[in-house]
């Protein structure tokens, strides 16, 4: 079992940054790519960013050159930092992990405001 836990979400105007926080507890060493998605009210839950193991990231063309995903291994923890933020961006945002299963954490909102 893997537990998710996210933190970090909140209410900031378009242009402003928010950095979430997924810290990771349980079986973490079965994990193999760790990533953040996001559902927006009355669409489907999309890819956001990944990055795995070996510390190869992946971006939603949508947030290319804005969001930076990283870990921090020591801590058991993985971070979106989101930069340039657009209303577009509101969200509730889910902190998945991958390896013979999938996790999922509780979410965390993130609301811009135009």
């Known amino acids: 079992q893997v537990q998710l836990v996210e933190s970090g979400g909140g209410l900031v105007q378009a242009g402003g940054s928010l950095r979430l926080s997924c810290a990771a507890s349980?079986?973490?060493?079965?994990?193999?790519?760790m990533g953040w998605y996001r559902q927006a009210p009355g669409k489907q839950r999309e890819l956001v960013a990944t990055?795995?193991?070996?510390?190869?990231?992946n971006y939603a063309d949508s947030v290319k050159g804005r969001f930076t995903i990283s870990r921090d291994n020591a801590k058991n923890t993985v971070y979106l930092q989101m930069n340039t933020l657009k209303p577009e961006d509101t969200a509730v945002y889910y902190c998945?992990?991958?390896?013979?299963?999938?996790?999922w954490g509780q979410g965390t909102q993130v609301t811009v405001s135009s």
């Open positions: 349980g079986s973490i060493f079965s994990i193999n790519v």
């Open positions: 990055i795995t193991s070996g510390g190869y990231r």
């Open positions: 998945n992990s991958r390896g013979p299963r999938v996790y």
